[in-house]
Every structure is written in structure tokens, then in C-alpha cells.
């Protein structure tokens, strides 16, 4: 990913985090009609096909949308110049991309849906004032376990990581790293999910250590296991666990656990390559997203929660009363957003290698 970046960094007309050569369509606030393909990258499942439907009839513009990958490798991808024009980006994402100055800046006045986002997700740390993106969904990172099998006190993560004791090698998942188990390990300790302090760290890669023993995989979807009954503790976020629920084979006793205390959250925003060719059919891409009945057909069909009180409002009861699919917004302030710096992405590697090999 660096290595990718550096490259970006070195090549004509971005030195000093600048904007790459115009793209071929200028941003127009009143365009006459909208350009494509529109090229989208999102999470598998992200966008259902009626708003991709919705959008290009609307638009009368052809919409091709392709599955992100997950982590840091969008960084990599876009670096290396994947053609895109509009991206739903993690929040450590966004970062990186507008710091390398890979990113466009949104108009605002031509998103006027942005203005329905709850107010505790704009203008965070990793994009102030929302300079390159408008938060589109959200989840926390916690953990699941199949009851009747896993009995005991299960709260936290240092509850997670006992149970991981007790219950080793009887199907037992973490998430893949470097990033999600040792923020997990850095919140059982009570510690700040984003440190790069070293003996921080020691003590998180012990915890890790004593745990590998009792680990059966690893794997960033645990709902295909848990229905298989393969599983009876995994690691995963809301989004993970709300799916295994409605999922088939045995998944109706899979209860998960919400952590008190510490733990890692993220927010998926849409922004836009600074090398995309289309920014305005970009930027009337995101406003359409953040359309109350837009979204909310996106949270009932992916049970991720937008932060838009007006598309909750729109959602059918089934995901209102599904309590992984409605988290209160409110998390955005109980949980920490992961915001790991180029040094610290380097030392969790290490850590997770020697995980890993243990």
C-alpha cells in the first residue's frame, strides 16, 4: 500500500498532496444531462440493484458498479489507478486517500442530502467539515457466540478473550488482521484502539499469543460457518451477525455481544477519485444514496444502519425491530473509529505476522 502511495505521491502533479490533471468532464453545477458509465466501487451487497436501476433511469446513464475490496488495499487500488468514479470508503480510507490528495472535493450545495445526516457524523477527525466525504452507514466490531454452548459472563472483549480460553479449538473464528483482533486485544485492555505506543502493543501481541492456541480460522464472514454450525464463537461487526441471524441452518441462537466499554466502529462514506471522468453524475450519485428512500432501501437489504433518522423512518418493521440493524447513533461517541497511521499499520503487520506463524 505504501509502496503504491509513494509511487502516486512521485508522479507529476501531485507533489505537495495535489490534485492530479483535470478529468476530462469539468465539475458543472448545472449540467445538462449526466455523462457515464458511472464506475462505483462498494462493498459487495452495498448498493442494492433497484438504486443502481433507479439511478440510471433517472439519469439516463449507464451505472457499473464493482465489489471494493475490504481494508487497506482500496488505498493500494486507487494509488495505482483503478479507474472509478464515486467509492463507499471506510473512514481510515478516506483519510489516507484526501491526505495523498487522491480525492475530489465535494460540493456540498449539490448534495443537499447530506444536510439529513445526523450531525454526530460530520465533521469528524478524519474528514473535517466533510471535505471529501458524506457518511452513508455504519457498524461496530464485536463478537458472537452460539448459546446453550457458550455459558458465563460475555460483555466485553477481556470477556471475549476468556471465553476464547475456555472454549479452544471448538470452532472459534477471529477476524482477519492486522487491524480488527488487535484493536480487539488494545480494548480488552483497556487501552486506545489506535495507539502506536510499543509496550501498548507488547502487551496487546501477548494477549493475542496466549489466545492462538484455541483459534480454529480466520475468517472476515463468519455467517456461512455459523450456519453450517461450525462455529460456536467469532469475532465480527453488527452488520456480520445481523446477516448470520437471518441466515439459514442453526443461527437463531447465535446472540451478539455489543461490548461495553471499548471497541473499534467504522463509517462508510462515498467520495470520489480525483481521477474519476464523471464527477457530476459522481456527485449526483451520492445526493440520490443519500435520499431517505434511497437509503433506507439500502439499510433493509444489507440490515447496515444509515446515520439518517429520515430513512429510518422508511424501514419495514423487521429491520426496526432488529436491534444489530437499528444501533443508536449514538455509538459514534461510546466507540472509537479506527485512525491507524502509516507507522502504526507497520508495527500491527509485524505483530499479526508473528500471530499468525504462532
Known sequence: ????????????????????????????????????????????????????????????????????????????????????????????????????????????????????????????????????????????????????????????????????????????????????????????????????????LERAEALLLAARPGVNTFSADPVGRFGRGELVLAMGSTADFARVRRGPGPTADTRFVLPQGRSEMWIDGWVMPATGRHPVTATEWIDAQLDPVTAARAWAASLVPAPEQAAARLLPAAVRNDPLAMLDPAVVGRYELSAVGPAGLQKRAEIWQRVRAA
Open 1 to 200: 500500500m505504501l509502496a503504491a502511495a509513494g509511487t502516486v505521491l512521485a508522479a507529476p502533479g501531485c507533489l505537495g498532496g495535489g490534485s492530479p490533471a483535470p478529468a476530462p468532464e469539468a465539475a458543472h453545477p448545472r449540467a445538462a444531462r449526466l455523462s457515464g458509465p458511472l464506475r462505483v466501487l462498494a462493498p459487495d451487497g452495498a448498493v442494492p440493484a433497484e438504486n443502481r436501476l433507479a439511478f440510471a433511469q433517472a439519469g439516463s446513464v449507464d451505472v457499473d458498479i464493482q465489489a471494493a475490496p475490504a481494508g487497506s488495499s482500496l488505498v493500494a487500488l486507487l494509488a495505482a489507478g483503478h479507474p472509478a468514479d464515486v467509492v463507499l470508503a471506510r473512514q481510515d480510507d478516506v483519510s489516507v486517500l484526501g491526505d495523498l490528495g487522491l480525492l475530489r472535493v465535494l460540493d456540498h450545495d449539490r448534495i443537499p442530502n447530506l444536510g439529513l445526516v445526523d450531525s454526530s457524523y460530520l465533521d469528524l477527525g478524519y474528514d473535517r467539515k466533510n471535505r471529501w466525504s458524506a457518511p452513508a452507514r455504519y457498524g461496530v466490531y464485536g463478537f458472537g457466540y452460539r448459546r446453550g454452548v457458550v455459558t458465563g459472563k460475555e460483555a466485553a472483549w477481556d470477556d471475549f478473550f476468556d471465553l476464547v480460553r475456555r472454549y479452544a479449538r471448538q470452532g472459534i473464528s477471529f477476524l482477519p488482521g492486522p487491524i480488527h483482533p488487535i484493536a480487539a486485544a488494545l480494548a480488552a485492555l483497556d487501552e486506545d484502539t489506535n495507539t502506536d505506543d510499543d509496550s501498548t
